[in-house]
């Protein structure tokens, strides 16, 4: 079991840049999540996908915010353009849908300048 | 009012001792409860969870759950200085929207401090 691959684990970039962020999730977990974790805000929640379908977006900051699942095994989260105030570690995690805990990948650091 | 609220610590505990963490939620509806650690700069890592009221005892740990009061706890017995880092609330909310099978969104505290010193 590989876990949740998430890539690039670091991302430097500058103001106005897109930047995209990739997650691979465990095999057979049907449920998808991304989270954002800042000192201020702890882990916030940004949307989650069942089945490959979004659920849920309202913790998507705004529309320079998206993210997608186009199948079982892969999601993007894009923002474009990148602000300064989006550098956190950014968190993807699968789970199955019968309620079982959460497998968090090891994070994509991003840092805006 | 936030949805999971713990008490950001730090916690300062003595090697051998019992850590206590506290951890309340607002939505009623709640099922499933989670607790994870997360080392500084890594990810979180599940430690235990529970469904039902009650006690449930891993090990060294043991997780508290009262639905009633809306409220859960970790017992961590004979602490150790590995044990120091941030230990995340995390409570499971239903969404209808989601489909059947359980529980689709987990919303976390800002997770409590916890320092062992030996």
């Known amino acids: 079991d590989a876990g949740v691959i998430q890539s690039p684990r670091h991302e430097v970039t500058e103001m106005g840049q897109e930047v995209t962020l990739r997650c691979k999730p465990i095999?057979?977990?049907?449920?998808l999540f991304w989270y954002r974790q800042t000192m201020m805000r702890g882990l916030e929640l940004l949307i989650y996908?069942?089945?490959?379908?979004?659920?849920?977006d309202s913790g998507m900051p705004e529309d320079r915010f998206s993210a997608k699942m186009p199948n079982a095994s892969f999601s993007t989260l894009k923002i474009q353009p990148s602000e300064p105030r989006d550098s956190a570690v950014y968190f993807c995690?699968?789970?199955?849908?019968?309620?079982?805990?959460?497998?968090f990948g090891n994070g994509t650091r991003l840092t805006v300048t | 009012q936030k949805e999971v609220e713990q008490n950001s610590g730090p916690l300062s505990v003595p090697e051998g001792a019992i850590a206590s963490l506290n951890c309340t939620y607002s939505?009623?509806?709640?099922?499933?409860f989670f607790w994870y650690r997360q080392y500084s700069g890594k990810s979180p890592e599940l430690i235990m969870f529970i469904y039902s009221n009650g006690d449930k005892e891993d090990g060294r740990f043991t997780a508290q759950l009262n639905k009633a009061s809306q409220y859960v706890s970790l017992l961590i017995r004979d602490s150790q200085p590995s044990d120091s880092a941030t230990y995340l609330c995390a409570v499971a909310q239903g969404d209808a929207r989601g489909g059947s099978g359980g529980y689709n969104k987990l919303i976390f505290g800002a997770g409590t401090r916890l320092a062992v010193h030996p």
């Open positions: 095999s057979g977990h049907n449920s």
């Open positions: 996908f069942n089945n490959n379908v979004p659920i849920d």
């Open positions: 995690a699968s789970s199955t849908l019968a309620g079982s805990p959460l497998h």
């Open positions: 939505d009623r509806g709640s099922q499933s």
